[in-house]
T-cell receptor, first 111, second 114 residues
């Protein structure tokens, strides 16, 4: 079945540094979603990308969808302590009625 | 709006016991699902439903049952709890039956089986 791989698994950055997490799928995706989970919390939907090569921005967060629609990235500029958490990508599978999540990247921001 | 409500928040079970995790949503979402989250393994789909009366298996369905008698409720039943079912369980819903809408997650149930 479809697999969604995320790297890195962990990332520690100094506050103010940039951060990037990468997501790769074994199959072409119709769309990709990104979620953030704060420590002890639940996943919260951030954004969905649909078009090949699409780039979307949310303040300091930049999301990209690859040209082949098999990979995606999330880049955070000038991290803040409020960015701490685990970031997941997710793509549809099983006739698009299921959402498969990557294993996540856990971000720690050191003050 | 309450969104997705899960109860209980915490539960300790003995091996072999059964229990039901409750999930309710008030957004009139057609699609509901259950995930379990284990360290280093992300979120894995247990069961899902695309509407009342319709359920299907996800990636890790063994040991769990679901039913969907109403649009609002999607309970998850553990038939005979095992230590391997120690996990955090999340219920999630979305507007459509296709994975093209963002999911709304409940706050989770932290289950320990001893």
């Amino acid at each position: 079945g479809q697999q969604v791989m995320q790297i890195p698994q962990y990332q520690h950055v100094q506050e103010g540094e940039d951060f990037t997490t990468y997501c790769n799928s074994s199959t072409t995706l119709s769309n990709i979603q990104w979620y953030k989970q704060r420590p002890g919390g639940h996943p919260v939907f951030l954004i969905q990308l649909v078009k090949s090569g699409e780039v979307k921005k949310q303040k300091r967060l930049t999301f990209q969808f690859g040209e082949a629609k098999k990979n995606s990235s999330l880049h955070i500029t000038a991290t803040q302590t409020t960015d701490v958490g685990t970031y997941f990508c997710a793509g549809p599978s099983g006739s698009a009625r299921q959402l498969t999540f990557g294993s996540g990247t856990q971000l720690t921001v050191l003050p | 709006n309450a969104g997705v409500t899960q109860t209980p928040k915490f539960q300790v079970l003995k091996t072999g016991q059964s229990m039901t995790l409750q999930c309710a949503q008030d957004m009139n979402h057609e699609y509901m699902s259950w995930y379990r989250q284990d360290p280093g393994m992300g979120l894995r789909l247990i069961h899902y439903s695309v509407g009342a009366g319709i359920t299907d298996q996800g990636e890790v369905p063994n040991g769990y049952n679901v039913s969907r008698s109403t649009t609002e409720d999607f309970p998850l039943r553990l038939l005979s709890a095992a230590p391997s079912q120690t996990s955090v369980y999340f219920c999630a819903s979305s507007r459509s039956g296709q994975a093209r809408d963002g999911y709304t997650f409940g706050s989770g149930t932290r289950l320990t089986v001893v």
